[in-house]
């Protein structure tokens, strides 16, 4: 199946682009969904009742069923669009970036309740792709979803055609880990350029047509490192209808068009830096970049682009060569071309030292006060670092024997435990007063076979100081729900 990395393109492969995280080598991946197959569980993921229906934005009404999965802090907050908000830092980094492409149409309010068809099926993701799993995307019933990634609209967007380029930028959901990059709601941008063989002039052809329109993109001297070919028969394959010399093209107005704007983003990045005094990049250390290989289900060949910066390279986007599949669904079979997806708050966090991704949710002033489109983007400095304070939760899993031995009927057994219900349940308790959630200890008793897991909660507000009273609270309500929803044991 074509979808399924190869396993050199998985190694190579990484990350995804959408959240802020140094790339460590052999680290394991935050997104490992795009990448990996595994079997969808159809298992409810945090047991608890369900209402019939959901109201999204006064009028949206959806029928839920028992894939329903999606908590009402996470329905409450969809209203918030942060990447429309004036002055918000989210919005200023779109801005920036959508400056970068002129001529570009730009789609800023699709709406976030998607199919299961527009989020993966239209993008050729296997039936049994890891992404499906109700462990790791937010449902409302078994076909309507809270859409992933940005990547949801591109078929709808192809098929109305309105443009030759477009861009999108909109919230997109997941369920995730609870750590300082990553939210369950953040904010990407899509983008996509596409050439009509049809409407060619008789004497052009699409690569000539592709060609000219690669020399009016800005000239950078920025250091690329590209060492791979542009496509490998193998690890990144041409699709059967692209000529090499196509792709050739296409891939070069890609690559520089996206090289254009990590420039803009550096260039702002570096001065921000020099104007909070801190130590500018040397001249001698220009701005590094490399393109390497990649895998999507709806590119082909694919790529991602790291920057190095702060002393390690950090992932800033994934693109490709759109699946001619998409274009051929979307009614648009005779046009071609490339797609690239980012997240917006890792390039807001490096654009402004944000060192928290729950401070974009902030509405305090000392927060927002800070950013200003008017203005060049300027160091974000922390108002205050207030105390933070973690306990640990210590639990054994539910043993199958145990499970049969017959504890609340509602309760998951082993198989069906992951580390998202937990993050979940965090959330769900803590709100925006939980700064991390993290395994760290796990063992399996040598006579039982059972297993036990022990997660670090780090409790911190950005906005006061958390009394003792409260942090044991929280904690006391997070460990009661993990027994009431998961069926753990505590230690
Ligand atoms: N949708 C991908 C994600 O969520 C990002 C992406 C990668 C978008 C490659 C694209 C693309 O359009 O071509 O991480």
Same mark, same amino acid.
């Given at each position: 199946?074509?979808?399924?990395?190869?396993?050199?393109?998985?190694?190579?492969?990484?990350?995804?682009?959408?959240?802020?995280?140094?790339?460590?080598?052999?680290?394991?991946?935050?997104?490992?969904? $795009?990448?990996?197959?595994?079997? *969808?569980?159809?298992?409810?993921?945090?047991?608890?009742?369900?209402?019939?229906?959901?109201?999204?934005? #006064?009028?949206?009404?959806?029928?839920?069923?028992?894939?329903?999965?999606?908590?009402?802090?996470?329905?409450?907050?969809?209203?918030?669009?942060?990447?429309?908000?004036?002055?918000?830092?989210? =919005?200023?980094?779109?801005?920036?970036?959508?400056?970068?492409?002129?001529?570009?149409?730009?789609?800023?309010?699709?709406?976030?309740?998607?199919?299961?068809?527009?989020?993966?099926?239209?993008?050729?993701?296997?039936?049994?792709?890891?992404?499906?799993?109700?462990?790791?995307?937010?449902?409302?019933?078994?076909?309507?979803?809270?859409?992933?990634?940005?990547?949801?609209?591109?078929?709808?967007?192809?098929?109305?055609?309105?443009?030759?380029?477009? $861009?999108?930028?909109?919230? /997109?959901?997941?369920?995730? =880990?609870?750590?300082?990059?990553?939210?369950?709601?953040?904010?990407?941008?899509?983008?996509?350029?596409?050439?009509?063989?049809?409407?060619?002039?008789?004497?052009?052809?699409?690569?000539?047509?592709?060609?000219?329109?690669?020399?009016?993109?800005?000239?950078?001297?920025?250091? /690329?490192?590209?060492?791979?070919?542009?496509?490998?028969?193998?690890?990144?394959? +041409?699709?059967?209808?692209?000529?090499?010399?196509? *792709?050739?093209?296409?891939?070069?107005?890609? #690559?520089?068009?996206?090289?254009?704007?990590?420039?803009?983003?550096?260039?702002?990045?570096?001065?921000?830096? *020099?104007?909070?005094?801190?130590?500018?990049?040397?001249?001698?250390?220009?701005? #590094?970049?490399?393109?390497?290989?990649?895998?999507?289900?709806?590119?082909?060949?694919?790529?991602? $682009?790291? /920057?190095?910066?702060?002393?390690?390279?950090?992932?800033?986007?994934?693109?490709?060569? *759109?699946?001619?599949?998409?274009?051929?669904?979307?009614?648009?079979?005779?046009?071609?071309?490339?797609?690239?997806? !980012?997240?917006?708050?890792?390039?807001?966090?490096?654009?402004?030292?944000?060192?928290?991704?729950?401070?974009?949710?902030?509405?305090?002033?000392?927060? !927002?006060?800070?950013?200003?489109?008017?203005?060049?983007?300027?160091?974000?400095?922390?108002?205050?670092?207030?105390?933070?304070?973690?306990?640990?939760?210590?639990?054994? +899993?539910?043993?199958?024997?145990?499970?049969?031995?017959?504890?609340?009927?509602?309760?998951?057994?082993?198989?069906?435990?992951?580390?998202?219900?937990?993050?979940?349940?965090?959330?769900?308790?803590?709100?925006?007063?939980?700064?991390?959630?993290? !395994?760290?200890?796990?063992? /399996?008793?040598?006579?039982?076979?059972? #297993?036990?897991?022990?997660?670090?909660?780090?409790?911190?507000?950005?906005?006061?100081? +958390?009394?003792?009273?409260?942090?044991?609270?929280?904690?006391?309500?997070?460990?009661?729900?993990?027994?009431?929803?998961?069926?753990?044991?505590?230690?």
């Amino acid at each position: 199946m074509m979808w399924i990395a190869p396993a050199a393109a998985v190694a190579s492969c990484r990350l995804s682009c959408t959240s802020l995280r140094i790339i460590s080598r052999g680290s394991p991946t935050p997104w490992p969904w $795009l990448f990996s197959v595994r079997c *969808v569980r159809r298992v409810s993921s945090i047991p608890g009742t369900t209402p019939k229906e959901v109201t999204i934005e #006064k009028d949206k009404v959806y029928k839920t069923d028992e894939w329903m999965n999606t908590p009402s802090t996470i329905l409450s907050a969809i209203p918030r669009r942060l990447h429309l908000q004036q002055d918000h830092p989210i =919005a200023i980094t779109r801005q920036l970036i959508e400056s970068r492409f002129p001529n570009y149409k730009c789609h800023n309010t699709l709406f976030p309740v998607v199919t299961v068809e527009q989020n993966f099926d239209s993008l050729g993701f296997p039936a049994d792709h890891i992404g499906r799993s109700r462990t790791d995307t937010y449902y409302l019933n078994k076909d309507t979803v809270l859409r992933t990634h940005t990547s949801a609209h591109q078929a709808d967007t192809f098929r109305a055609n309105e443009s030759a380029g477009y $861009l999108i930028s909109a919230d /997109v959901y997941r369920r995730d =880990a609870i750590d300082r990059s990553h939210y369950p709601i953040f904010h990407q941008m899509e983008g996509a350029m596409t050439w009509d063989r049809d409407s060619l002039d008789a004497s052009t052809s699409l690569k000539q047509a592709v060609w000219a329109d690669v020399a009016k993109i800005p000239a950078h001297s920025i250091d /690329v490192e590209d060492a791979s070919p542009t496509s490998h028969p193998e690890r990144n394959p +041409l699709q059967e209808c692209h000529s090499a010399e196509e *792709v050739e093209a296409i891939a070069a107005h890609l #690559k520089r068009s996206l090289e254009d704007v990590v420039v803009a983003i550096f260039n702002a990045a570096s001065r921000a830096a *020099v104007a909070a005094g801190e130590t500018p990049a040397s001249p001698d250390e220009p701005l #590094k970049v490399r393109w390497v290989e990649a895998y999507f289900p709806f590119t082909s060949p694919s790529w991602e $682009l790291e /920057v190095f910066w702060q002393d390690d390279w950090l992932e800033v986007l994934g693109c490709g060569i *759109v699946k001619q599949d998409i274009m051929s669904h979307a009614g648009v079979p005779n046009r071609l071309g490339w797609a690239f997806g !980012l997240g917006l708050e890792r390039i807001a966090m490096l654009l402004y030292s944000i060192p928290d991704i729950r401070l974009f949710w902030s509405t305090d002033a000392r927060f !927002l006060s800070q950013f200003s489109s008017a203005a060049p983007i300027r160091r974000f400095v922390p108002f205050s670092k207030y105390p933070t304070c973690f306990k640990d939760v210590s639990f054994w +899993l539910r043993s199958s024997s145990s499970a049969a031995g017959g504890l609340s009927r509602n309760a998951l057994s082993p198989v069906d435990f992951h580390e998202n219900d937990v993050m979940e349940i965090a959330r769900d308790v803590c709100g925006d007063l939980v700064e991390d959630v993290r !395994l760290v200890d796990e063992f /399996v008793h040598p006579k039982t076979g059972r #297993k036990s897991l022990c997660y670090r909660t780090n409790y911190r507000s950005l906005e006061r100081t +958390l009394t003792n009273d409260e942090t044991n609270q929280l904690h006391e309500r997070f460990r009661q729900q993990l027994v009431e929803k998961l069926g753990v044991e505590l230690r």
